[in-house]
């Protein structure tokens, strides 16, 4: 199985630019998510969904939209991009939301740079 | 709602040394625990929960955490590391209605020394 695949693994933009990171499972679950890892702060939780046409604000929401069409996909979309999302962004799935019969699956990150 | 406090952000030990990663947690409602760690440029993967029962839980690689309700605590153990436990560990944390996501702390950075 491949799991939870994000693209790109890396991605350098100027401040202004769009960009879409790709999130995609193929174990069927429900519960997607995106959370970004900085030194010092930890995972931070951006966006959820907990199914199909449902998605929620995490911790940290401002300057990201998501949506999630399928069960298998759960883009985030970075509309104008700011030094400040420079950071590593991770995508994690499961079955359920709080995670405790089934682990948080994650992919393998994508980096990304905002000159 | 849920916060996790992971008192150290770095311990450095010596192979096949003891080491404790140290995790407290606060909530006004009964809690489940995640231990997560993350290898060098990879996501992260479980170590090991509590959900109830045994307050001594036992994870993959020779981990072992105890939950304890009083310190509010859930300290990670392992008795003799390896170099291949250099990793970022992560404490977790969610309430017991299913319906809120993990909660992560800060994550300690273990580095093992040879």
């Known amino acids: 199985n491949a799991g939870v695949t994000q693209t790109p693994k890396f991605q350098v933009l100027k401040t202004g630019q769009s960009m879409t990171l790709q999130c995609a499972q193929d174990m069927n679950h429900e519960y997607m998510s995106w959370y970004r890892q900085d030194p010092g702060m930890g995972l931070r939780l951006i966006h959820y969904s907990v199914g199909a046409g449902i998605t929620d604000q995490g911790e940290v929401p401002n300057g990201y939209n998501v949506s999630r069409s399928t069960t298998e996909d759960f883009p985030l979309r970075l509309l104008s991009a700011a030094p400040s999302q420079t950071s590593v962004y991770f995508c994690?799935?499961?079955?359920?939301?709080?995670?405790?019969?089934?682990?948080?699956?994650f992919g393998n990150g994508t980096r990304l740079t905002v000159t | 709602a849920q916060s996790v406090t992971q008192l150290d952000s770095q311990v450095p030990v010596f192979e096949e040394a003891p080491v404790e990663l140290r995790c407290n947690y606060s909530?006004?409602?009964?809690?489940?625990l995640f231990w997560y760690v993350q290898y060098p440029n990879q996501g992260l993967q479980l170590l090991l929960k509590y959900l109830s029962g045994s307050t001594l839980v036992k994870g993959i690689n020779g981990f072992e955490a105890e939950f304890n309700k009083s310190q509010t605590s859930f300290h990670l153990r392992k008795p003799s590391v390896h170099i291949s436990d250099t990793a970022e560990y992560f404490c977790a944390v969610s309430d017991l209605s299913g319906n809120t996501p993990l909660v992560f702390g800060k994550g300690t950075r273990l580095s093992v020394i040879a």
């Open positions: 909530s006004s409602v009964s809690v489940y």
């Open positions: 994690a799935s499961s079955y359920t939301v709080g995670a405790n019969n089934s682990p948080l699956h």
